[in-house]
């Protein structure tokens, strides 16, 4: 009988120890490949050159990306860090860290992801409700 109570406590927690915790959707790498700017004629990457990389782990983010628009002469570059949550499709990223100084703070965002697409579409108001010029940022998951 002892050894059947304690081959069973040694099976669950052999169980327990294999779970793991659940992650959420957005977390990993993911490069950007469209970026719509609802205050420019440009797009990128058809008018718009350059690259970026976003990162998401354990309620963290950071990104790394350099731009150039067609009438600069040289490359631009935007990087930051900062924490966020989501909620469903609401996205909240707290910029701590950011190439522009201006750009540091709290950003709310609508967040979408469609298989190995995210989909970010800002700003928005207090209740997430788009505004009529967007941003659209699009990536595609890093393997």
Partial sequence: MKKT?????????IIGSCTQEKR??????????????????E???????GDQVKMFINGHLTWV????????TSFQYDYGFGTYTLDGNKFIENTTIHAQ????????MIM?????????MYP??????????????KYVRLK
């Fill in 101 to 108: 100084k201006s750009a540091i703070g709290s950003k709310k």
């Fill in 124 to 137: 928005t108001d207090e209740n997430f409700n788009l505004a009529e010029k967007i941003n659209i940022m």
């Fill in 24 to 41: 959420s959707p957005i977390e990993g790498a993911w490069q950007l490949v469209y970026l719509k700017n609802g205050s420019m004629e």
């Fill in 5 to 13: 109570i304690f081959l069973s406590l040694i099976i669950a927690m």
């Fill in 65 to 72: 990306g350099q731009f150039k628009l067609p009438t600069d």
């Fill in 112 to 120: 979408e992801i469609r298989n190995d697409t995210l989909i970010q």
């Fill in 43 to 49: 797009t990128f990457p058809a008018q718009i050159s």
